[in-house]
């Protein structure tokens, strides 16, 4: 005897792997878009860290008023003159690093630190990418 069901069981198989194969090609394409996503914050979350660290170095140490001991947070404007950027962008591997007064609209972070002898509270920008 022949089987009359023979075409519909290939028809019934081929419409039952369409919505799996779609299935399939979504949660590809959805890992794919959450892996590009966690690789840019990782990008950006490190670039924080390096900057946050710079400005540490900075306020901390090499802009520091020194007298008889450092006083963090309290910048010498000589000091910060000396400040060599272009050394702390490559110990960090940043493409660029501005440490100023003003941001330069890249991806900043500021510092709140007393400057000079009035004790004048301002906020220092520590930019970079």
């Known amino acids: 005897m022949r089987s009359t069901y023979k075409g519909f069981l290939s028809f019934d ?14 949660l590809i394409s959805y890992a794919n878009f959450i892996s590009e996503k966690n690789q840019n914050e ?6 924080h860290n390096k900057l946050v660290s710079v ?7 090499l802009a520091a008023k020194k007298t008889d001991s450092v006083k963090p947070n309290w910048i010498d404007e000589n000091e910060l003159a000396k400040v060599n950027a272009d050394e702390l962008k490559k110990s960090m591997g940043l493409t660029e690093l501005h440490v100023g007064w003003q941001p330069d609209g890249k991806n900043c972070i500021y510092r709140i630190v007393v400057f000079g002898e009035d004790k004048e509270i301002r906020q220092l920008f520590i930019c970079g990418e």
């Open 13 to 26: 198989t081929m419409l039952s792997f369409i919505p799996i194969l779609l299935i399939a090609i979504y």
């Open 42 to 47: 990782l990008h950006s979350q490190i670039l």
């Open 55 to 61: 400005s540490e170095l900075v306020v901390n140490d």
